[in-house]
């Protein structure tokens, strides 16, 4: 390593985990704080997600609550709630005095309401105090949720000289000065200016001169999703949150929205997978199991259902025992029609790409349906024709069949997110089983329909 | 609208457009600057959207190179490209100007080889040109894709007095100073300073006494998902890229990573869903119909051959019928828990969060798929044995078939992904149709086999 590149890349190996154990076995604190020093404090988690308890205690205790309080933030969910188990109230206390008023929330939030009283109680710092209690008042799934109280604010009547002198004061207790707030005597948000601005500005020039009036901000109460839309758009690295008479109350930052935007992406991802909640691959099985064995149960149904629509129609299963084979190529394609159509509306929406003439998408939808249907239905013409001695009514039935549930398929893969979404229901829950479920279902039951109406059983 | 708070937030209605197109054809370019001059380029870009070519083709010329520029970077892609040919090479130059070199950059590369040197021969910055036509020799898909050459950077020999001095100067080119790099006299990356590190800092301090050695960096060749996890991890908002001597190339901000964020999470979504190549719920149905048919053209050949696994058992078929009704039954439960499987692993490949241990995740799996297959089984076994007077025997194999599948259909979803991982190729390919189909065909084959197992036919 050469004094001017100490920058070597991290990366968590075996090797490390079992030099970090050793030296925690051996009570070698400092070695253990010599290497650990080096670190950033994400790579320390990264660590200490991988050893016991104990020896993640261990560590903690070992190394000073600055550090130990990113390390906190950074730990997997699971890990955090057990480190916080072990440490007492007072301890606790002494990690949140170090961390931003919104991480400083957000892991008081995980406590138990008696632990969250006792924790705020050992807090010393009165401001910090005052201003995690508002915090905490929030629900988490909205702006006020995501902010922190630190940022830099300046009123209007200031000169840029006296400016810059409170800024220094300010800015000790904000990690990154992004953008400076400027409000007016109400501490009501009028504008904004940037670090930059103020260091280019004339020193004697007063701020309500040089401010830029046209600041984005959002409500306390918007959702998570919305100000991550709104910073993506407006490529925005903090926003204001403001109450409804336009009150500063603080500020967000991309790099929670950064977070907010992986969360949802894996949501959704799950989601479109049949999995609630979100779980991990390291989640116990009971955990995995909550989380799956409901829509393993939505596909059963749809498997029951299924088994009696064939019931249904047993006699023409005798009669016509060809057509029962191309029940799963029905089944498949009905599922993965829907599925594709409903991703690409679930998408849509979620990018208010999507406007407001169902009619017209349900339109295209079908003509889609029916090109995709055709050259399925070719292809499988011949196929069972030659390879399987279908008779032509039997290859025409499978043909139609196709090309109609295809089309359907596709029409219901997109009316059902559009319908979720207008009654105000996430639509990503429609895609994956709900869709596929409901799909195989009718598209079994429509097959049957024609196989009757063309072969006459 | 009171003085105080100009910042109505935008909404994209009809009734915005059909103004705007009013003002377009009465070619009232007076009020028609004047409505647009209160809107972000991203709102401008979103009403250019709506109208047609020709109009937004109107409000382009219309307005400065400086608002158009930032305009037609937040055009959609398809638009973006029709404005673009009715735009010539000169004008497009003009636009680039304007530019922030990363943007001017990725503007260029849409265009034919030819018209990348005309547009590139009319800009007149020679330094400009210069760092664009050293951005347009990275690939797309690594860090010196998205990096932009505006950086502030020091050299650690200055002191902060000369440092905030310089900096006025370079920081006119660059929107927002984030970090400031410094670097040694051979232009290599050893540290990094904020802006307000210097601002607190003594005037008559040297640079090389304050500045922080420890600075993250990404290599120019590394692929933009890693630069999003290295600033995900370390919270950053800017991170240098720099060469294998590490020599300062360039910078990637933290709202392009958003863009890779939001890319990737769709292309994810969409593959897992089968639909391949980014499109939209707005592309032509060709375009769609390219995307889709391929998956849907694996899930026919899935279901041929379910047809030949049927075909071939169709003497069990007349002795046992009830065994078809539950075909379907046993395809849907497979098809769903590979999904589920392979989509757990395949988030846990892109977190990192899968460690190497493959036998021990195909334990957890079939433990797993053990509890949900009982469960499921117990449910079937009540069913069919009431509601569809199975016998003892075959009600046995439906349930014993239901549960080998679950466990054969979660091994599968969970090794294809880390299978396809170890070679190299993108895992997110295996969720979807992909897993969908082998689950279907191997699930059935599996039921027949067990139920010749158990009625010996």
């Known amino acids: ?33 010599k290497l650990l020093k080096g670190f950033h404090y994400a790579d320390i988690a990264e660590i200490l997600d991988e050893v016991n308890l104990e020896e993640a205690m261990y560590v903690i205790k070992l190394l000073d609550s600055e550090t130990t309080s990113d390390v906190l933030m950074e730990l997997d969910d699971d890990n955090r709630e057990k480190v916080l188990e072990n ?26 309401e008696e632990r969250q009283r006792e924790v705020i109680g050992h807090i010393e710092d009165e ?20 902010m922190a109280k630190e940022l830099v604010k300046v009123f ?38 940037s670090l930059k601005d103020l260091i280019v500005a004339k020193s004697d020039e007063k701020i309500a001169d040089i401010y830029i009036k046209n600041v984005d901000y959002v409500k306390v109460d918007e959702d998570p999703e919305e100000v991550a839309k709104v910073m993506a758009k407006y490529d925005l690295e903090a926003i204001p949150v403001v109450d409804d008479e336009m009150t500063l109350l603080g500020r967000i930052t991309i790099d929670d929205i950064v977070d907010v935007l992986r969360e949802e992406a894996d949501k959704d991802y799950q989601l479109a997978a049949g999995i609630t909640g979100d779980v991990e691959a390291d989640d116990s ?42 029940v799963p190529l029905i089944q498949a394609t009905a599922g993965n029609v829907g599925v594709q159509s409903s991703a690409i509306v679930v998408q849509g929406l979620a990018n208010d790409s999507i406007d407001g003439n169902i009619l017209n998408r349900l339109l295209k939808e079908s003509l889609l349906g029916l090109v995709n249907g055709l050259a399925i239905a ?3 013409l011949l196929i069972s024709h030659f390879a399987f001695n279908t008779t ?13 549930v295809i089309i359907m398929a596709a ?47």
Chains 1, 2 share one sequence.
């Open 411 to 457: 029409l219901i893969g997109t009316f059902i997110p559009i319908f979720l979404d207008k009654r105000g229901i996430d639509a990503a829950v429609a895609t994956g089983p709900f869709i596929t479920t409901s799909n195989d279902v009718f598209g079994i039951l429509m097959y049957f329909l024609i196989a009757k109406l063309i072969l006459g059983f």
């Open 392 to 404: 032509y009514l039997e290859s025409l039935t499978i043909c139609v069949a196709l090309i109609v």
């Open 156 to 193: 209007e009547t200031w000169t840029v000289a006296g400016c810059l002198r409170r800024i220094r004061g300010q800015a000790k207790d904000v990690t990154r000065v992004h953008s400076i707030y400027v409000v007016n005597k109400q501490n009501k948000l009028i504008g904004r200016l």
């Open 1 to 33: 390593m050469s004094e001017e590149n100490e920058n070597i890349q991290f990366e968590l190996t075996d090797d490390l985990i079992a030099e970090v154990e050793q030296l925690i076995e051996q009570k070698n604190d400092r070695e253990l704080r």
């Open 285 to 326: 099985i009971w955990e995995l199991t909550r989380a799956r064995l409901p829509w393993l149960l939505i596909g059963m149904f749809g498997g029951i259902g299924a088994a009696s629509i064939i019931n249904g129609f047993s006699d023409a299963m005798f009669k016509f025992p060809a057509l029962l084979m191309f």
């Open 127 to 146: 401001e910090h105090k005052a201003e995690i209690t508002e915090l905490l008042r929030y629900d988490e799934d909205t702006a006020g949720g995501l």
């Open 87 to 112: 440490l007492s109230a007072k301890e606790i206390a002494e990690e949140i005095e170090e961390l931003d008023t919104d991480d400083a929330a957000d892991i008081i939030a995980e406590l138990s």
């Open 378 to 380: 070719c292809i499988v």
